[in-house]
């Protein structure tokens, strides 16, 4: 008997690949306009990226800001800007495909050239490959017995989009040197026709207070909506967001003693979730007369199901690039960031901070790094994206010679859990069956067949194997005794 399969077809994204790369920017800044530098702060932001054949394009602009001592040892600012671009390759890319970029500074460095600085940054890149396909599976296969379960597609949905963050506060201070920021997503939902995004910034001031360098933090919550067409159910999203543009602008009360502040910031929000397709495909199937060569395919994607957001004081000895001892004044512990890597049980890695000190008169800088290891309980192995900033941190001398370090850190887990679904792509016929011309046969089954199994081994289909026993309870002990009847050929 020849087979007539019947197939049902459709779209879908998913993700390909993630590629990782690097790229070194230089920025220069003359000798006439910067003295002794004591902090630099990078502020990264994404451009554009594009795919193409066998290459991603991406680029992005760094505004650096230097903090240094005049003649006079007056710390000032000075601010200069360098647009980039760099690629990646891979033999996968292709140019309908869609690359979601997020860069990070990794590393900054100040040299000396002359009369010039040159401060080096280390431009860090990890770009997401999505790309469109089409997906067969078999619905039907007349003249074969078919198994069918209700299952879930799943299709990748990426959304995007800016908003802005604004905030007014006073701070005990003279003025503000460097405003170091960086932005966590601690919720993230799709509704009809929008995401909702909620988060906080989590902002450290370098500024002056009394001629002196000081380190002042606060946390700026942060809700928006993001237009999205494809967003139809209510569900949840994963989400990371991006500060492209930070402005402040100080105002001294003099009558106050303070610093009136003004922050704007546009921040970028790039993020997915999975639009459910409810289907009935073909599992499995046999043939009475003769083999089938099947074949299948399985697909597993990891739909986020929660979002886990923690609270974490750490504390410990810290290294430090400069000798440190008790004729070092410590001043400001100024823009924290922190490096982090995911083990089992949760984050490792560490804070580092520009310590600003005042030694011999003079107001010095070096760099310390205070090493963590952090356990997040109810963190699952579906786990995957971990983001985490610092939101203040504090050092001092405990004993001469030995920086210690205080800081609090943010971390959200992005919990997941795995989809997988195996459907049925392709059925032929294969070798005809040698036919069993027994009357009777009794079959012994193995512990643990369900219904399927069994009908499946003795080539029956499942209702017949019911009416002939119907004293059987599936899954089987391995115990029972299965009669097959065939009806006598005339």
């Known amino acids: 008997m020849a087979l007539n399969t019947q197939y049902q077809t459709g779209n879908f ?3 390909i690949t993630s590629l990782k790369s690097q790229s070194m920017v230089e920025i220069k ?4 306009d910067v003295g002794e530098v004591v902090a630099v702060y990078p502020q990264i932001s ?3 990226c594009e795919v193409s054949s066998g290459r991603v394009n991406y680029g992005g602009r760094i505004i650096a800001t230097v903090v240094y001592a005049d003649e006079e040892g007056k710390l000032c600012r000075i601010q200069k800007g360098a647009e980039f671009s760099h690629y990646t390759d891979d033999d996968c890319l292709a140019p309908a495909q869609r690359g979601e970029c997020a860069l990070t500074c990794d590393r900054v460095q100040v040299k000396r050239e002359g009369s010039s600085y040159v401060i080096v940054v280390v431009a860090g890149a990890r770009i997401d490959i999505y790309d469109n396909a089409q997906r067969s599976y078999v619905t039907a296969v007349d003249g074969a017995i078919c198994k069918t ?3 879930k597609f799943y299709s990748a949905v990426n959304f995007s989009g800016e908003s802005e963050v604004d905030d007014d506060f006073d701070c005990v201070a003279n003025d503000v040197l460097v405003p170091a920021a960086e932005a966590l997503v601690l919720s993230c939902s799709a ?3 929008v995401v909702e995004v909620s988060g906080e910034i989590y902002l450290s001031l370098l500024a002056i207070r009394d001629a002196s360098p000081v380190s002042l933090d606060r946390v700026i919550p942060f809700k928006c909506e993001l237009s999205c067409d494809e967003a139809l159910l209510s569900q949840r999203a994963y989400c990371r967001a991006e500060i492209k543009n930070i402005n402040v602008n100080c105002k001294v009360n003099e009558e106050r003693g303070k610093c009136d502040v003004d922050f704007n910031a546009t921040l970028a929000f790039a993020g997915y979730f999975f639009d459910e397709e409810e289907i009935t495909p073909v599992c499995d199937a046999f043939c009475k007369e003769s083999e089938l060569n099947l074949k299948f395919e399985s697909e597993s994607v990891s739909v986020n199901t929660d979002v886990k957001v923690y609270n974490e004081r750490i504390s410990g000895p810290c290294a430090a690039k400069a000798k440190l001892d ?9 823009l924290p960031r922190v490096e982090y890597a995911r083990n089992k049980d949760g984050i490792e890695g560490s804070v580092a901070a520009t310590l600003l000190y005042e030694q011999g008169g003079e107001v010095r800088s070096t760099e310390v790094n205070m090493p963590f290891c952090v356990t997040l309980s109810g963190l699952s192995e579906n786990c995957t994206n971990v983001s985490a900033a610092v939101c203040g941190i504090s050092l001092r001398q405990r004993q001469e010679g030995e920086c210690e370090g205080e800081a609090v850190l943010k971390i959200t887990a992005w919990d997941g859990e795995t989809k997988t679904v ?3 792509t392709e059925a032929s016929e294969g070798e005809p069956k040698k036919q069993d011309d027994c009357a009777v046969s009794v079959y012994i089954p193995s512990a643990g067949d369900g219904l399927w199994e069994t009908a499946k081994r003795l080539c029956e289909s499942p209702e017949s194997i019911k009416l002939s026993n119907p004293e059987l309870t599936f899954p089987l002990t391995g115990k029972e005794r299965i009669l097959i009847y065939r009806a006598k050929q005339g």
């Open 29 to 32: 800044f003359s000798g006439q």
């Open 13 to 15: 994204t998913h993700k």
């Open 46 to 48: 994404l451009n554009s």
């Open 326 to 334: 008790y004729t070092c004044a410590f001043l400001a512990a100024a």
């Open 422 to 424: 195996t459907y049925l």
């Open 149 to 151: 379960e209700s299952a």
């Open 191 to 193: 509704h009809a026709g």
